[in-house]
């Protein structure tokens, strides 16, 4: 089992940049490909970006491609969102996740982080 905890999460004006951390522990030693969620009030949960289990694959959302970056440090079972030039549709809670395979993926994952708030004030 992977527990997932994301932190980061705040108030940020539009321009503005904020990084998300998400924390893997448990079966650390189980290689998952990883993504980023959001949800925002009353609209469904949708994918933002995923990265396989070396790094070398990434694919984003086109609404946030240019503007958000994700990345992952193995050694320290951490992944990141580096999210730039924020909008106010960016606003919503981010949920990190991964998945039982190496391969990144808009869908089909097994962990599920709580989530972290993110509003960007115009």
């Known amino acids: 089992q992977v527990q997932l905890v994301e932190s980061g999460g705040g108030l940020v004006q539009t321009g503005g940049s904020l990084r998300l951390s998400c924390a893997v522990s448990?079966?650390?030693?189980?290689?998952?490909?990883m993504g980023w969620f959001r949800q925002a009030s009353g609209k469904e949960r949708e994918f933002v970006a995923t990265?396989?289990?070396?790094?070398?694959?990434?694919y984003y959302q086109d609404s946030v491609k240019g503007r958000f970056t994700i990345s992952r440090d193995n050694a320290k079972n951490t992944v990141y969102l580096e999210m730039n030039r924020v909008k106010p549709e960016d606003t919503a809670v981010y949920y990190c996740?991964?998945?039982?395979?190496?391969?990144?993926?808009?869908?089909?994952?097994?962990?599920w982080g709580q989530g972290t708030q993110v509003t960007v004030s115009s």
């Open positions: 996740a991964g998945r039982k395979s190496t391969h990144a993926a808009v869908q089909g994952y097994e962990y």
């Open positions: 448990g079966r650390t030693s189980e290689r998952v490909a």
């Open positions: 990265i396989n289990w070396s790094g070398g694959e990434k």
